[in-house]
């Protein structure tokens, strides 16, 4: 176990880690049409520079996840580190769009294992007096950067060109250093059990499951019937996992009903905050008093404040239930959707009030989920797998929500509103799934169980915060 001030030291170099990663993967959405035009090429070429990043990380982060069960951490973060960087030294020099969309995916096949490989070393390595700060310290990071992606984006596109966007990640060079400086060789020696190479990597079964994603994004995107592929990809998926040796996604994670509830949860939390993201600045284009920068600000400060919320939300979890706390975020941010979907309004202060509860709905349930999860991988042997999958649904949900969004805009002739109201109503199933009651209570309510003392609660709460403990 690290000491106290190396803990620390980790701690901010993963959340720099997490805010270079989450910047990155927006940073070029206010881009693509400087780059269109200075390509010649066509917008839904060019749109695969995100759609392509989005996709590898959302591959990449259940891969990492499961090798981390066998390699060392600091290895993979150190292999991550270098694959972004040479995407970062590619795109900064690329002039034809082949090498463009292969610079963004080195980026992001290094990319993304910032966020799944952080909070692994977090419940690993992190001093137990540290790790609630930890964690909450990363949603922070990610909130944090899904709204400056925008706002330096558009910013650095406009002083010093879409390039500049790809020299301003060589700074990803000093969380590589402070790595090599600060991080132990192997969780093993730390209080982690070997578990190298006792089975070989699921190679096939990682093939499988990226075709899927890629065929389901695609079929969004593009063409409806390669989701006939994706179907048929999703059941060759549920036939070989269960019986491979070392499946690359665990079946019997997801047979834990608690488990899964987190990734639905999850799921729909990430789905509809980026689809919000995607649809909001064109809503507010359509308003020619509305700059391109004005509207980069609204955003930027909508997620500020989910920024602010993650401290907030650390505090409050570990007073309240997790129950309270998943139907009090998902209100709100039922509530800021359907505001913002029967307002119809191209206004920015009428976008930012519920705006902002959308962001701080995200940001508290965000912060619940990613202290509560850990804790619900019953086999600590399987964290890796158990926390690179629930990333995988995480990013998932981020390229779905956009893609889902562009298609029902496409066939509603436009209607905003209509979709708004639509992710709104989406949040009615983590609330359903917050009140339903099963057979006994899970282990993270336990500290709201009236029959628990003092010292009881004290010790619950501190399992549902150190869940590595």
């Not at 000093?174 to 991080?183: D, G």
């Not at 308003?287 to 907030?312: C, H, K, P, Q």
Request: some cysteine; hydrophobic content about 55%; proline content about 3%.
């Amino acid at each position: 176990m690290l000491s106290k001030r190396k803990s620390m030291f980790l701690m901010f170099t993963l959340c720099y880690l997490v805010l270079l990663g989450v910047t990155n993967a927006v940073l070029f959405n206010v881009a693509l049409p400087r780059i269109t035009e200075e390509l010649h090429a066509h917008a839904e070429r060019v749109s695969w520079i995100v759609i392509g990043y989005t996709m590898m990380i959302a591959i990449g982060a259940n891969t990492y996840g499961n090798l981390a069960d066998r390699f060392s951490l600091k290895r993979l973060l150190l292999v991550g580190i270098g694959l972004f960087l040479a995407g970062s030294v590619l795109g900064s020099v690329a002039h034809q769009f082949g090498l463009i969309l292969t610079a963004r995916l080195l980026q992001s096949g290094g990319g993304s294992s910032f966020i799944a490989l952080s909070m692994i070393a977090a419940s690993r390595l992190i001093h137990p007096d540290k790790r609630p700060l930890a964690l909450t310290l990363i949603s922070s990071a990610i909130a944090l950067g899904s709204g400056t992606g925008l706002l330096v984006g558009g910013f650095m596109t406009q002083m010093f060109g879409w390039h500049s966007l790809f020299l301003l990640m060589f700074i990803v060079v000093l969380a590589f250093i402070s790595l090599l400086i600060i991080m132990p060789k192997d969780a093993k020696e730390h209080g982690t059990p070997a578990r190298k190479n006792i089975h070989p990597f699921d190679t096939f079964g990682a093939l499988l499951t990226s075709a899927f994603i890629i065929t389901l994004l695609l079929g969004i995107n593009m063409r409806l019937y390669l989701l006939v592929l994706s179907a048929a990809l999703l059941v060759a998926i549920l036939y070989w996992m269960p019986r491979a040796a070392q499946p690359f996604i665990r079946m019997d994670l997801l047979k834990n009903t608690s488990y899964l509830r987190m990734l639905v949860i999850g799921f729909i939390n990430n789905m509809t905050v980026v689809a919000a993201v995607f649809l909001l600045p064109q809503r507010l284009s359509q308003n020619m008093n509305n700059s391109m920068s004005m509207i980069g600000v609204v955003l930027f400060t909508g997620a500020m404040f989910s920024f602010l919320t993650t401290f907030a939300g650390g505090k409050v979890a570990a007073k309240v239930s997790s129950t309270s706390l998943t139907v009090i975020a998902s209100l709100l941010s039922l509530a800021g959707y359907l505001v913002l979907g029967l307002v119809s309004s191209t206004g920015l202060t009428a976008t930012l009030l519920p705006l902002i509860a959308v962001y701080i709905g995200y940001a508290a349930l965000q912060v619940s989920l990613n202290i509560m999860v850990p804790d619900t991988i019953q086999a600590k042997e399987h964290m890796g797998a158990g926390l690179g999958l629930y990333n995988q649904v995480n990013f998932v949900g981020m390229a779905f929500g956009p893609a889902l969004a562009g298609r029902i805009l496409e066939i509603s002739a436009h209607d905003y509103s209509f979709i708004l109201i639509l992710l709104g109503a989406l949040f009615i199933v983590p609330i359903l799934i917050a009140c339903a009651k099963k057979d006994g209570v899970h282990k993270a309510d336990a500290c709201s169980r009236p029959e628990a003392g003092p010292e009881k609660l004290r010790e619950n709460r501190r399992m549902i915060r150190f869940p590595g403990r």
